[in-house]
């Protein structure tokens, strides 16, 4: 039998793959998930959220190193790419993300009925 | 060649290697370097090099280049920030000041270095100085 893990969609490109290092906060309305994706550009970065998995992918253009011999490295150049499971309910239509110089931050609003209410006494 | 060896450090030896092995995480996914901070690479283009760092969410303003002779010295300020009612849930970005310095093994035009800094990603082409290149010297 095949295996089923093969992932379904060919969105993913064949490659190296890092984890981005990643900051999450949370205030009363949001989530908050900050990600360091250094070389990213704004039309290359996907973010997927399913059955409570948020899923973003960052794709490296390496046209740039083109021509270039690597002398002295520290660190290797390849996409992002990172996963994290949500424990809130997270309202889908109002996730927004931001990038500027290489910091995704992803505001994911709490849902209206995850919300902490206040009930007044009649 | 040692011909009799202690059975017993053999044992842990080999047992050290397959521990570094199933720890060692190359077979997971892991961050693309860790070390000094800003992380760099340098590459050859040319007769020119160049420098490349990984500087996310760091201001033009706040980076500080200098090159003499030889050297080149990265510094600056990284701030990372939170709102005052936020609770952390991970914090894996760095923040801080930093100061590095490298020494390259060419001597570098320091009039004509030329620096970049788009999308988190700094890069700084080193002209070879024009008395430290290679002459070809014809053979009479």
Not at chain 1, 39 to 65: A, H
Not at chain 2, 105 to 127: F, Q, Y
């Amino acid at each position: 039998m095949r295996s089923r893990s093969w992932p379904r969609k060919k969105r993913r490109q064949p490659g190296r793959y890092y984890i981005p290092a990643a900051d999450i906060f949370e205030t009363d309305e949001a989530l908050t998930v900050i990600l360091e994706m250094p070389g990213v550009q704004k039309n290359n970065v996907t973010i997927e959220l399913e059955n409570g998995v948020l899923r973003v992918d960052g794709q490296i253009d390496f046209s740039n190193y083109k021509g270039m011999e690597p002398i002295y490295t520290e660190y290797n150049v390849g996409h992002f790419t990172r996963g994290f499971t949500l424990s809130n309910k997270i309202d889908q239509a109002e996730i927004s993300a931001q990038l500027d110089s290489g910091v995704l931050t992803l505001t994911l609003p709490k849902a209206k009925d995850a919300l902490p209410r206040r009930i007044a006494l009649e | 060649m040692a011909s009799i060896s202690d059975p017993f450090s053999t044992l842990l030896g080999l047992q050290d290697a397959l521990q570094a092995f199933r720890t060692s995480g190359w077979l997971q996914s892991s961050p693309s370097g860790s070390g000094s901070y800003p992380l760099l690479n340098v590459f050859r283009k040319g007769d020119d090099l160049v420098l490349i760092a990984e500087v996310p969410g760091i201001d033009k303003s706040d980076l500080e280049l200098q090159v003499k002779g030889r050297t080149i010295r990265l510094a600056g300020t990284k701030t990372v920030k939170y709102p005052d009612n936020a609770s952390l849930h991970r914090r894996e970005r760095l923040a801080g000041r930093f100061d590095r310095s490298l020494t390259l093994p060419v001597e570098v035009d320091a009039d004509n270095v030329k620096a970049e800094c788009h999308g988190g990603i700094l890069a700084i082409v080193l002209p070879r100085a024009e008395r430290d290149k290679a002459r070809s010297i014809s053979i009479s």
